[in-house]
């Protein structure tokens, strides 16, 4: 079918959701293999390895810690890929995979979050806990059919993805506490201004907050002010 070509989609995703039946726990493997030919590297960062390719010279290794991985290990990897005069900065332990990632160069390193779905279907807690013996990493349990942890899930997707809720206060009136504004981590008062109209900041007073941000309630803020999840603010215009 298509599957090159959804696979090649995903390497452009902000965080990756592995979902798989509570009864078929053995398909998180496979998946996870499949990603990982691909080039998708889940849950890790990029490696810390600069690789600056020579005409001449030879093969230069520089690092600041004690490596456990062999300096001689390295150049026959480097050379395996017809390198052969290079300088090789190193700020982080390694290993024979990180240093192919790093000459390869077009690995992509993605958040992921493992869902393990039907959880209704098990007998017992002892059937989720052998789960989580097998796989030996952090899911999220959840049943799609009852509703079971669902909104576990979504604020864990909220906090990988660094979105943040923001409630908005009309002057006078009740907090909308149903539909909040969604806003990326590190937001600030002028971005709330242009989610809501670019034309507010023209007229923006001031702002007062009320939430994780400020030090007390209603505090009176300007345009700069970074907001917080779950913050409640009212623009004051004039």
């Given at each position: 079918?298509?599957?090159?070509?959804?696979?090649?989609?995903?390497?452009?995703?902000?965080?990756?959701?592995?979902?798989?039946d509570?009864?078929?726990?053995e398909?998180?493997?496979?998946?996870?293999?499949e990603?990982?030919k691909?080039?998708?590297?889940?849950?890790?960062?990029?490696?810390?390895?600069?690789?600056?390719?020579?005409?001449?010279?030879?093969?230069?290794?520089?690092?600041?810690?004690?490596?456990?991985?062999?300096?001689?290990?390295?150049?026959?990897?480097?050379?395996?890929?017809?390198?052969?005069s290079?300088?090789?900065?190193i700020?982080?332990?390694?290993?024979?995979e990180?240093?192919?990632?790093?000459?390869?160069?077009?690995?992509?390193?993605?958040?992921?979050?493992?869902?393990?779905?039907?959880?209704?279907l098990?007998?017992?807690?002892?059937?989720?806990?052998?789960?989580?013996?097998?796989?030996?990493?952090?899911f999220?349990?959840?049943?799609a059919?009852?509703?079971t942890?669902?909104?576990?899930?979504?604020d864990?997707?909220?906090?990988?993805?660094?979105?943040?809720?923001?409630?908005?206060?009309?002057p006078?009136?009740?907090?909308?506490?149903?539909?909040?504004?969604?806003?990326?981590?590190?937001?600030?008062?002028?971005?709330v201004?242009?989610?809501?109209?670019?034309?507010?900041?023209?007229?923006?007073?001031?702002a007062r907050?009320?939430?994780?941000?400020?030090r007390?309630?209603?505090?009176?803020?300007?345009l700069?002010?970074?907001?917080k999840?779950?913050?409640?603010v009212?623009?004051?215009?004039?």
């Amino acid at each position: 079918g298509r599957g090159k070509e959804i696979l090649s989609v995903i390497r452009n995703m902000d965080l990756i959701l592995i979902i798989v039946d509570a009864l078929r726990i053995e398909q998180l493997r496979i998946i996870e293999d499949e990603l990982y030919k691909i080039g998708i590297r889940l849950n890790q960062r990029r490696p810390d390895i600069k690789i600056e390719r020579k005409h001449s010279g030879g093969i230069h290794i520089i690092s600041n810690k004690n490596l456990k991985i062999k300096k001689e290990l390295i150049k026959e990897i480097l050379n395996e890929y017809k390198i052969h005069s290079a300088d090789v900065t190193i700020h982080e332990e390694v290993d024979e995979e990180k240093i192919i990632d790093a000459i390869v160069g077009n690995r992509v390193y993605i958040p992921s979050i493992i869902v393990i779905n039907k959880i209704d279907l098990l007998d017992d807690l002892n059937s989720l806990n052998s789960i989580g013996e097998k796989i030996k990493r952090e899911f999220i349990p959840i049943s799609a059919k009852n509703g079971t942890n669902l909104d576990v899930l979504k604020d864990e997707i909220f906090r990988r993805l660094g979105f943040i809720r923001i409630y908005m206060k009309p002057p006078g009136k009740e907090a909308d506490m149903e539909e909040p504004l969604i806003m990326k981590s590190g937001s600030r008062i002028i971005d709330v201004c242009d989610k809501i109209h670019q034309d507010i900041k023209k007229g923006f007073r001031y702002a007062r907050v009320w939430g994780n941000s400020v030090r007390f309630d209603g505090q009176i803020v300007g345009l700069e002010h970074e907001v917080k999840d779950g913050d409640i603010v009212t623009i004051i215009t004039r």
